[in-house]
């Protein structure tokens, strides 16, 4: 029924939930089909960690925005035994940087690097680097940061200025 129009796309809630795993892979094939076969794009609503081996693109949603995007790649490699040829899917999971630049670090993360809420950052060789802030450092950040002052240069040109200066004041 929900093919008859020829729909561009295609949705579905949970359309595995209550089924048993053989019976989950023989659905995610027929929206594989779906999607070569007819071109539909096939957008599901999941909480089944094992969707991202029968799709090629998992957003994961936290906190109502999208966190990180794990995408299925096909590598090609040579076996140096017979010189044979194997392809392989390698997931990989980026995180997904919202429209301001924040990014959410993955709970796993946070809890084996005992990151609370304040890390460092730094530019590398290799890109960004994340450490944590150690509680002991977060205690006196927390006692010694109790009254901050703001300074602000008014200049007649720049409007809000005066405005913020009044409400961080406050």
Do not use: C
């Amino acid at each position: 029924m929900a093919l008859a129009n020829e729909p561009a796309i295609l949705l579905g809630d949970e359309p595995t939930g209550e089924l048993d795993s053989a019976t989950a892979s023989t659905i995610y094939a027929a929206f594989q089909t779906l999607n070569q076969e007819l071109g539909v794009t096939i957008l599901i609503v999941s909480h089944d960690p094992t969707i991202a081996k029968h799709v090629g693109r998992v957003m994961a949603i936290r906190d109502g925005k999208a966190a990180s995007e794990t995408v299925r790649r096909r590598q090609t490699s040579i076996k140096e035994q017979d010189s044979s040829s194997v392809e392989e899917e390698h997931f990989e999971e980026l995180v997904v940087l919202d429209s301001v630049g924040r990014l959410q670090v993955p709970k796993a993360y946070r809890e084996t690097l005992n990151i609370k809420n304040r890390v460092r950052m730094e530019l590398s060789a290799d890109g960004l680097l994340i450490r944590p802030v150690s509680e002991e450092e977060q205690a006196t950040m927390l006692v010694s940061n109790q009254v901050v002052e703001v300074e602000v240069e008014t200049q007649p040109e720049v409007n809000g200025l005066k405005k913020l200066w009044s409400r961080l004041r406050k």
